[in-house]
Protein backbone atom coordinates (compact mmCIF):
# COMPACT_ATOMS: atom_id res chain seq x y z
CA UNK A 1 0.00 0.00 0.00
CA UNK A 2 2.79 2.61 0.48
CA UNK A 3 4.48 1.73 -2.59
CA UNK A 4 1.50 2.79 -3.89
CA UNK A 5 0.72 5.67 -2.55
CA UNK A 6 4.10 6.39 -2.99
CA UNK A 7 3.33 6.19 -6.84
CA UNK A 8 0.64 8.16 -6.83
CA UNK A 9 2.24 11.08 -5.10
CA UNK A 10 4.80 11.24 -7.98
CA UNK A 11 2.44 10.90 -10.31
CA UNK A 12 0.13 14.00 -8.51
CA UNK A 13 3.76 15.95 -8.07
CA UNK A 14 4.75 15.59 -11.50
CA UNK A 15 1.12 16.60 -12.91
CA UNK A 16 1.34 19.67 -10.72
CA UNK A 17 4.47 20.52 -11.98
CA UNK A 18 3.60 20.28 -15.87
CA UNK A 19 0.36 22.26 -15.17
CA UNK A 20 2.73 24.97 -13.46
CA UNK A 21 5.04 24.78 -16.49
CA UNK A 22 1.85 26.05 -18.82
CA UNK A 23 2.31 29.38 -19.42
CA UNK A 24 -0.40 31.92 -18.48
CA UNK A 25 -2.79 33.19 -21.28
CA UNK A 26 -2.12 36.87 -22.36
CA UNK A 27 -4.56 39.41 -20.15
CA UNK A 28 -7.01 40.82 -22.50
CA UNK A 29 -6.10 44.11 -23.65
CA UNK A 30 -8.66 46.87 -23.78
CA UNK A 31 -8.83 48.88 -26.79
CA UNK A 32 -10.59 51.40 -28.94
CA UNK A 33 -14.81 51.03 -29.19
CA UNK A 34 -15.00 48.81 -26.20
CA UNK A 35 -17.67 49.57 -23.73
CA UNK A 36 -16.48 49.55 -19.95
CA UNK A 37 -19.02 49.34 -17.05
CA UNK A 38 -17.51 51.11 -14.35
CA UNK A 39 -18.44 50.91 -10.71
CA UNK A 40 -17.23 53.08 -8.12
CA UNK A 41 -18.57 51.49 -4.28
CA UNK A 42 -18.18 54.38 -2.29
CA UNK A 43 -19.47 57.09 -4.97
CA UNK A 44 -22.39 55.16 -6.41
CA UNK A 45 -22.81 58.15 -8.67
CA UNK A 46 -20.07 57.96 -10.71
CA UNK A 47 -21.33 54.40 -11.61
CA UNK A 48 -21.64 54.77 -15.82
CA UNK A 49 -20.89 53.46 -18.92
CA UNK A 50 -17.72 54.12 -21.01
CA UNK A 51 -16.55 53.81 -24.54
CA UNK A 52 -12.94 53.87 -25.28
CA UNK A 53 -12.81 56.48 -28.19
CA UNK A 54 -10.42 56.14 -31.29
CA UNK A 55 -7.55 57.74 -30.02
CA UNK A 56 -8.01 55.12 -27.05
CA UNK A 57 -9.08 57.28 -23.91
CA UNK A 58 -12.58 57.61 -21.98
CA UNK A 59 -13.69 60.78 -20.43
CA UNK A 60 -14.26 59.92 -16.30
CA UNK A 61 -16.53 62.52 -14.28
CA UNK A 62 -14.35 64.64 -12.12
CA UNK A 63 -10.60 63.35 -13.48
CA UNK A 64 -11.13 64.12 -17.23
CA UNK A 65 -9.67 62.06 -19.92
CA UNK A 66 -7.62 59.20 -19.18
CA UNK A 67 -6.33 56.98 -21.79
CA UNK A 68 -6.88 53.06 -21.33
CA UNK A 69 -6.14 51.55 -24.44
CA UNK A 70 -3.70 48.89 -24.00
CA UNK A 71 -4.33 48.19 -20.19
CA UNK A 72 -5.51 44.60 -18.73
CA UNK A 73 -8.49 45.13 -16.79
CA UNK A 74 -6.78 44.99 -13.62
CA UNK A 75 -4.45 47.62 -14.53
CA UNK A 76 -7.38 50.00 -15.88
CA UNK A 77 -8.98 49.69 -12.21
CA UNK A 78 -5.84 50.36 -10.34
CA UNK A 79 -5.35 53.54 -12.63
CA UNK A 80 -8.50 54.73 -12.48
CA UNK A 81 -8.25 54.45 -8.20
CA UNK A 82 -5.42 56.32 -8.16
CA UNK A 83 -7.58 59.21 -10.41
CA UNK A 84 -10.66 59.21 -8.46
CA UNK A 85 -8.98 59.27 -5.06
CA UNK A 86 -7.39 62.62 -5.95
CA UNK A 87 -11.25 63.38 -6.30
CA UNK A 88 -12.28 61.38 -2.94
CA UNK A 89 -9.39 60.05 -0.67
CA UNK A 90 -12.68 57.42 0.74
CA UNK A 91 -12.77 55.98 -2.84
CA UNK A 92 -10.87 52.24 -2.46
CA UNK A 93 -13.28 50.05 -4.21
CA UNK A 94 -12.92 50.40 -8.39
CA UNK A 95 -14.17 47.86 -10.51
CA UNK A 96 -13.97 47.51 -14.64
CA UNK A 97 -15.89 45.05 -16.71
CA UNK A 98 -15.47 44.61 -20.34
CA UNK A 99 -19.58 44.97 -21.54
CA UNK A 100 -19.00 44.89 -25.43
CA UNK A 101 -15.55 43.93 -26.68
CA UNK A 102 -15.29 46.13 -29.97
CA UNK A 103 -11.45 46.35 -29.93
CA UNK A 104 -11.22 42.59 -30.86
CA UNK A 105 -13.36 42.62 -34.16
CA UNK A 106 -12.57 40.30 -37.04
CA UNK A 107 -14.57 40.59 -40.65
CA UNK A 108 -15.50 37.41 -42.52
CA UNK A 109 -16.76 37.70 -46.05
CA UNK A 110 -17.72 34.79 -48.72
CA UNK A 111 -18.83 31.76 -48.56
CA UNK A 112 -19.31 31.19 -45.04
CA UNK A 113 -23.02 30.36 -43.33
CA UNK A 114 -23.17 33.79 -41.86
CA UNK A 115 -21.07 36.48 -42.95
CA UNK A 116 -20.08 40.15 -41.00
CA UNK A 117 -18.19 41.15 -38.26
CA UNK A 118 -17.57 39.04 -34.63
CA UNK A 119 -15.70 40.40 -31.71
CA UNK A 120 -13.79 37.91 -29.26
CA UNK A 121 -12.60 38.93 -25.50
CA UNK A 122 -9.07 36.79 -26.40
CA UNK A 123 -7.06 36.46 -30.20
CA UNK A 124 -9.46 33.56 -32.06
CA UNK A 125 -7.73 31.21 -34.65
CA UNK A 126 -8.83 30.61 -37.69
CA UNK A 127 -11.20 27.66 -37.35
CA UNK A 128 -12.38 29.70 -34.47
CA UNK A 129 -13.43 32.34 -36.32
CA UNK A 130 -15.14 30.47 -39.04
CA UNK A 131 -17.12 28.18 -36.36
CA UNK A 132 -18.47 31.95 -35.00
CA UNK A 133 -19.81 32.53 -38.94
CA UNK A 134 -21.32 29.79 -38.35
CA UNK A 135 -18.90 27.37 -40.68
CA UNK A 136 -18.33 26.99 -44.32
CA UNK A 137 -20.86 27.31 -46.87
CA UNK A 138 -21.00 24.31 -49.19
CA UNK A 139 -19.77 26.15 -51.93
CA UNK A 140 -16.27 27.08 -50.01
CA UNK A 141 -13.15 26.76 -51.37
CA UNK A 142 -11.44 25.34 -48.00
CA UNK A 143 -8.17 25.54 -50.08
CA UNK A 144 -8.01 29.11 -50.59
CA UNK A 145 -8.97 30.96 -47.50
CA UNK A 146 -7.30 34.18 -47.38
CA UNK A 147 -6.46 36.49 -44.23
CA UNK A 148 -5.83 40.34 -44.79
CA UNK A 149 -4.16 42.03 -41.96
CA UNK A 150 -2.90 45.54 -41.92
CA UNK A 151 -0.16 46.81 -40.45
CA UNK A 152 2.29 49.74 -40.69
CA UNK A 153 3.60 48.88 -43.36
CA UNK A 154 -0.28 48.13 -45.11
CA UNK A 155 -2.21 45.23 -45.96
CA UNK A 156 -0.37 41.89 -46.33
CA UNK A 157 -2.55 38.82 -47.55
CA UNK A 158 -2.20 35.11 -46.23
CA UNK A 159 -3.79 32.40 -48.10
CA UNK A 160 -4.55 29.20 -45.63
CA UNK A 161 -5.59 26.23 -47.07
CA UNK A 162 -7.96 24.03 -44.54
CA UNK A 163 -9.29 21.31 -46.79
CA UNK A 164 -7.34 18.93 -45.19
CA UNK A 165 -8.84 19.29 -41.76
CA UNK A 166 -12.23 20.06 -43.17
CA UNK A 167 -11.80 16.56 -45.39
CA UNK A 168 -10.99 14.98 -41.88
CA UNK A 169 -7.65 14.19 -42.39
CA UNK A 170 -5.64 17.13 -40.95
CA UNK A 171 -5.26 19.15 -37.70
CA UNK A 172 -7.05 22.42 -37.30
CA UNK A 173 -5.89 25.81 -38.42
CA UNK A 174 -3.93 27.28 -35.17
CA UNK A 175 -3.45 30.43 -37.31
CA UNK A 176 -4.13 33.63 -34.76
CA UNK A 177 -6.29 36.14 -36.36
CA UNK A 178 -5.49 39.81 -34.54
CA UNK A 179 -8.63 42.64 -34.19
CA UNK A 180 -9.14 44.21 -37.73
CA UNK A 181 -8.44 41.45 -39.98
CA UNK A 182 -10.39 40.11 -42.50
CA UNK A 183 -11.15 36.82 -43.51
CA UNK A 184 -11.89 35.81 -47.29
CA UNK A 185 -13.30 32.77 -48.12
CA UNK A 186 -14.13 32.06 -51.63
CA UNK A 187 -16.31 29.68 -53.75
CA UNK A 188 -14.90 26.88 -55.49
CA UNK A 189 -16.26 28.80 -58.61
CA UNK A 190 -13.86 31.82 -57.88
CA UNK A 191 -10.40 32.31 -60.02
CA UNK A 192 -8.78 32.22 -56.40
CA UNK A 193 -5.32 32.68 -58.16
CA UNK A 194 -3.36 33.96 -60.98
CA UNK A 195 -2.54 31.65 -63.70
CA UNK A 196 1.41 31.06 -62.49
CA UNK A 197 0.27 30.68 -58.60
CA UNK A 198 -2.50 28.13 -59.35
CA UNK A 199 -3.53 25.25 -62.19
CA UNK A 200 -5.34 26.31 -65.16
CA UNK A 201 -8.32 23.47 -65.41
CA UNK A 202 -10.41 23.67 -68.59
CA UNK A 203 -12.87 20.89 -70.46
CA UNK A 204 -14.93 18.72 -69.40
CA UNK A 205 -14.93 19.49 -65.43
CA UNK A 206 -17.92 21.23 -64.22
CA UNK A 207 -16.45 24.40 -62.99
CA UNK A 208 -13.40 25.62 -65.47
CA UNK A 209 -11.17 28.16 -64.15
CA UNK A 210 -7.96 29.06 -62.28
CA UNK A 211 -7.22 27.28 -58.96
CA UNK A 212 -5.01 27.90 -56.02
CA UNK A 213 -2.38 25.50 -55.74
CA UNK A 214 0.85 26.10 -53.37
CA UNK A 215 2.49 22.78 -53.44
CA UNK A 216 2.57 19.77 -55.86
CA UNK A 217 -0.83 18.17 -55.84
CA UNK A 218 -2.46 14.97 -57.22
CA UNK A 219 -4.16 15.49 -60.61
CA UNK A 220 -7.31 14.40 -59.13
CA UNK A 221 -7.49 16.34 -56.12
CA UNK A 222 -7.12 19.34 -58.87
CA UNK A 223 -9.95 17.99 -60.70
CA UNK A 224 -11.75 17.90 -57.64
CA UNK A 225 -11.16 21.49 -56.74
CA UNK A 226 -13.41 21.84 -60.09
CA UNK A 227 -15.75 20.59 -59.46
CA UNK A 228 -15.01 17.20 -60.90
CA UNK A 229 -15.65 15.74 -64.54
CA UNK A 230 -18.67 15.65 -65.51
CA UNK A 231 -20.43 12.94 -67.40
CA UNK A 232 -19.13 13.36 -70.49
CA UNK A 233 -15.68 13.52 -69.46
CA UNK A 234 -13.35 10.59 -70.18
CA UNK A 235 -10.76 9.87 -67.95
CA UNK A 236 -8.69 8.04 -70.08
CA UNK A 237 -7.41 11.09 -71.82
CA UNK A 238 -6.16 14.23 -68.88
CA UNK A 239 -3.75 16.11 -70.88
CA UNK A 240 -1.27 17.57 -68.54
CA UNK A 241 0.94 20.59 -69.69
CA UNK A 242 4.20 20.58 -67.48
CA UNK A 243 6.42 23.96 -66.88
CA UNK A 244 9.75 22.13 -66.46
CA UNK A 245 12.74 24.28 -64.93
CA UNK A 246 14.57 25.64 -68.13
CA UNK A 247 10.80 27.66 -68.65
CA UNK A 248 10.14 24.99 -71.61
CA UNK A 249 6.61 23.33 -71.28
CA UNK A 250 5.64 19.74 -72.04
CA UNK A 251 2.48 17.46 -72.76
CA UNK A 252 1.67 14.61 -71.54
CA UNK A 253 -1.35 12.48 -71.64
CA UNK A 254 -2.59 10.86 -68.64
CA UNK A 255 -4.77 7.69 -68.74
CA UNK A 256 -6.40 8.27 -64.30
CA UNK A 257 -8.45 5.11 -64.99
CA UNK A 258 -5.07 3.31 -64.30
CA UNK A 259 -5.15 5.31 -60.77
CA UNK A 260 -8.92 4.42 -60.57
CA UNK A 261 -9.79 0.99 -61.38
CA UNK A 262 -6.16 -0.48 -60.58
CA UNK A 263 -4.30 2.11 -58.34
CA UNK A 264 -1.56 2.57 -60.72
CA UNK A 265 0.23 6.43 -59.32
CA UNK A 266 1.39 6.85 -63.15
CA UNK A 267 -2.80 8.03 -63.52
CA UNK A 268 -2.41 10.65 -60.62
CA UNK A 269 1.06 12.40 -61.54
CA UNK A 270 1.60 15.33 -59.36
CA UNK A 271 0.58 18.77 -60.35
CA UNK A 272 2.54 21.69 -60.12
CA UNK A 273 1.91 25.77 -59.86
CA UNK A 274 1.68 26.95 -63.05
CA UNK A 275 0.64 23.61 -64.88
CA UNK A 276 -2.89 23.40 -67.05
CA UNK A 277 -4.64 20.66 -67.20
CA UNK A 278 -7.50 20.04 -69.85
CA UNK A 279 -9.58 16.62 -69.02
CA UNK A 280 -10.82 15.56 -73.07
CA UNK A 281 -14.45 15.05 -73.51
CA UNK A 282 -15.97 11.10 -74.22
CA UNK A 283 -16.12 11.10 -78.24
CA UNK A 284 -18.31 8.00 -79.30
CA UNK A 285 -16.72 6.01 -81.85
CA UNK A 286 -18.67 6.04 -85.39
CA UNK A 287 -21.54 3.70 -84.72
CA UNK A 288 -22.27 5.58 -81.35
CA UNK A 289 -22.66 8.79 -83.45
CA UNK A 290 -24.16 6.76 -86.39
CA UNK A 291 -26.80 4.81 -84.79
CA UNK A 292 -29.07 7.56 -82.74
CA UNK A 293 -29.14 9.68 -86.73
CA UNK A 294 -30.38 6.23 -88.21
CA UNK A 295 -32.57 5.05 -85.67
CA UNK A 296 -33.95 8.86 -85.85
CA UNK A 297 -34.27 8.65 -89.79
CA UNK A 298 -35.82 4.78 -89.55
CA UNK A 299 -38.38 6.05 -87.24
CA UNK A 300 -39.47 9.07 -88.91
CA UNK A 301 -39.71 7.13 -92.19
CA UNK A 302 -42.13 4.64 -90.08
CA UNK A 303 -44.09 7.42 -89.15
CA UNK A 304 -44.85 9.02 -92.46
CA UNK A 305 -45.47 5.11 -93.69
CA UNK A 306 -48.23 4.81 -91.21
CA UNK A 307 -49.72 8.34 -92.02
CA UNK A 308 -49.99 7.56 -95.87
CA UNK A 309 -51.46 3.93 -95.43
CA UNK A 310 -54.20 5.53 -92.84
CA UNK A 311 -54.99 8.34 -95.96
CA UNK A 312 -55.57 5.53 -98.45
CA UNK A 313 -57.47 3.56 -96.24
Given at each position: MRVRWGVLTVLLLALAGAAAAQPAPEPYRIGPGDVLQLNVLQQPGLD???????????????VGEIELAGLSV??????????????????????????????????????????GHYTFDAEPTLWGVLREAGGL?????????????????????????????VAGTGAPPSTALKAGDTVVVPSVGEAAAAPDAGVQVFGSVARPGVYPVNEPTPLLSVLMLAGAPIREGDLSKAWWIHRLPSGRYESNLVDMKLFLE????????????????????????????????????????ATLFLAIDRVQN
Open positions: RELQIRPDGTAVIPTTAAEQLLTQKLRLYDRNIRDVSVTVVQYNALRIYVLGAVAQPAPEANAAAIRIISTGDAGPTTTQVDISAFAGDPIGNPLVHPGDTVRLAYDSPGFWGRAFPIMLGTLTTA
